[in-house]
């Protein structure tokens, strides 16, 4: 079962979305894109500098894994859910007539 927010990764192919994207990580003054996305940037978006790849892994532990005297953290997809919200709201907007 997919999770809400895959939806949302799904929508960064819009044409509008790349655009914004590309405009916004061409005017940061920084040296270089560090991506770490599971696409190759370089394919989708035309930036002037250069992007550099990096991997890592992610593992969540289950809230029933934690010690029972620690404080309990929200899950990825807890974190997540308010930026897709917000992403698909603002997405509604800009394609409502």
């Not at 990764?9 to 894109?33: G, H, I, Q, Y």
């Not at 370089?42 to 029933?64: F, G, I, Q, S, W």
Request: with cysteine.
């Amino acid at each position: 079962m997919k999770q809400p927010w895959h939806r949302a990764l799904l929508a960064t192919s819009d044409c509008v979305t790349r655009k914004f994207c590309e405009e916004t990580l061409n005017a940061m003054p920084a040296d270089l894109v560090l991506s770490a996305t599971p696409i190759d940037l370089t394919r989708v978006l035309h930036l002037n500098k250069p992007v550099v790849r990096v991997r890592y892994e992610l593992d969540e532990l289950a809230p029933e894994a934690s010690r029972s005297d620690q404080v309990a953290h929200p899950s990825l997809a807890d974190l997540l859910a308010p930026i897709v919200e917000r992403a698909r709201a603002n997405s509604s907007a800009g394609t409502a007539h």
